[in-house]
């Protein structure tokens, strides 16, 4: 018992000295001050400024929606999507590997849209040679570029009629809240086409396994616990990852 005493004890002390240690600790830490001062601008130059930050954050907060619906990202992580489903390996690979990959495979398509728009119009506004309403202008041009080869006729005119506009006569004039949601249907059709393509194989080998596990009486056996190392080794065997990632960066050149 007298062990016991004194263990209690010393951890009664540490405690207590802990204790003490955590609340000195505030007192010893320098906490800065922030002064926020809101009054008017001295010069025109300020209140632009302000206006151009106040932009650049909007357009930080709605980056993850640009490059979604303008890039070739909703192609991309669909068709693996409906790969893992294909496959029935449930969560893998993990939606961080998959989402990593499509950023970056989106990256590299895009690049030469980001290097054009950048020497016709970044390069140019930021040397003061053109304004920035020019620079938007000549910017956009690249990317609907991009977009328009990528949406069909039908879904571009869908939405002209739905806002009664008249079909210009070069595609180029269309406006982007027209054009965007276009590209975005074309798109999910185009990766469902691609998904569709990628389940036939995996499908015959589950009407394989299942057939033949019905044949011997295996009613109790899940088939797709012996279909998963088929698919695994079908996909394996054909480099299913070089094939899918090849198809989907030459269908957008």
């Known amino acids: 018992m007298t062990k016991k005493r004194v263990v209690i004890l010393v951890v009664f002390f540490l405690l207590l000295m802990l204790g003490t240690h955590v609340q000195a600790a505030p007192n010893t830490i320098p906490i800065p001050s922030i002064n ?6 001295q010069q025109p130059q300020e ?3 302000s206006i151009r930050i106040l932009i650049l954050l909007t357009i930080l907060t709605l980056a993850p929606s640009i490059l979604i ?3 070739s990202f909703t192609r991309m992580i669909i068709v693996f999507s409906l790969l893992r489903s294909a496959l029935s390996t449930q969560q893998t690979p993990p939606n961080q590997v998959l989402i990593g990959l499509a950023l970056f495979l989106t990256f590299f398509i895009m690049s030469p849209v980001y290097y054009q728009v950048k020497e016709e119009a970044i390069n140019p506004y930021l040397e003061g040679s053109i ?3 020019q620079a938007i202008k000549t910017g956009s041009q690249p990317i609907k570029e991009f977009m328009l080869e990528q949406t069909r006729e039908k879904d571009l005119a869908l939405f002209i009629n739905i806002s009664q506009e008249e079909f210009p006569k ?5 406006t982007f809240t027209t054009l965007v949601p276009a590209f975005v249907i074309s798109e999910l059709k185009t990766a469902f086409q691609i998904g569709f393509l990628l389940y036939i194989p995996f499908i015959i080998i589950d009407l394989v396994v299942s057939s ?3 044949s011997m009486g295996m009613f109790m056996l899940p088939p797709a616990t012996i279909a998963l190392p088929f698919k695994l080794l079908l996909f394996i065997l054909v480099d299913g990852w070089h094939l899918i990632v090849k198809s989907l960066v030459e269908s957008f050149i």
């Open 47 to 49: 209140f632009v400024d």
């Open 212 to 214: 033949i596990l019905m």
């Open 170 to 174: 070069d595609r180029s004039d269309v």
């Open 131 to 133: 304004t920035q309403e």
């Open 36 to 41: 926020m001062e809101v009054g008017q601008a």
């Open 69 to 71: 619906l303008f890039t």
